[in-house]
């Protein structure tokens, strides 16, 4: 299948807002232009950052002096949950995360009544809103509050870049910037 044709393919599940089956998605996650809107540098601020951005569906994650050192797709919270009656969009502003999981971290509210749902490698910064690994990440904002990104993702971002509040951060953990809607 050509470049073009998986675009194309990827926008349609995208407005159905279906999750892309892993041979499409390695496909897509390896094109070098898919977050080509993220910027390569931003200003440096001093300290490691991850920012989000939910217009775009995209994710960077920059080090103190403000390079990009990863990119990748972010499905961020849903204009409205059907399940919960309200909306669930993820909170925009600066955060800290605050706990680190591992691979076998699950919510304790989704899928309702009891939870359960996969959230490999969770990252918390803002209440019961994290970052996390996912099998469901789309070009769409469809979670319930959550960053949702590729596994692999959320895995490098987990173990080679945030930092959990500790002594040597005065108790900040590495910070994340959510982009308004």
């Known amino acids: 299948m050509s470049t073009k044709w998986i675009v194309v393919w990827i926008a349609l599940l995208s407005l159905l807002q279906l999750p892309l089956t892993s041979n499409a998605r390695n496909r897509y996650h390896n094109q070098s232009y898919r977050h080509a809107s993220m910027p390569s540098e931003i200003s440096p601020t001093g300290e490691k950052v991850i920012i989000v951005d939910p217009n775009i569906h995209a994710?960077?994650?920059?080090?103190?002096?403000?390079?990009?050192?990863?990119?990748?797709?972010?499905?961020?919270g849903n204009s409205w949950c059907r399940d919960i009656h309200?909306?669930?969009?993820?909170?925009?502003?600066?955060?800290?995360?605050?706990?680190?999981?591992?691979p076998g971290c699950k919510s304790h509210r989704y899928p309702l009544p009891h939870g359960g749902a996969p959230m490999p490698y969770c990252m918390f910064f803002n209440g019961n809103q994290g970052l996390h690994g996912s099998y469901e990440v789309v070009y769409g904002n469809i979670s319930h509050g959550c960053v949702r990104l590729h596994v692999d993702d959320a895995r490098w971002l987990r173990f080679n870049f945030v930092?959990?509040?500790?002594?040597?951060?005065?108790?900040?953990g590495t910070r994340v910037i959510v982009r308004p809607y």
């Open 86 to 102: 309200r909306p669930c969009r993820t909170r925009s502003g600066s955060f800290r995360i605050y706990t680190l999981g591992g």
């Open 163 to 172: 930092d959990g509040p500790n002594s040597g951060n005065g108790y900040q």
């Open 59 to 76: 994710f960077g994650a920059y080090d103190a002096d403000g390079n990009l050192l990863r990119t990748g797709m972010a499905t961020a």
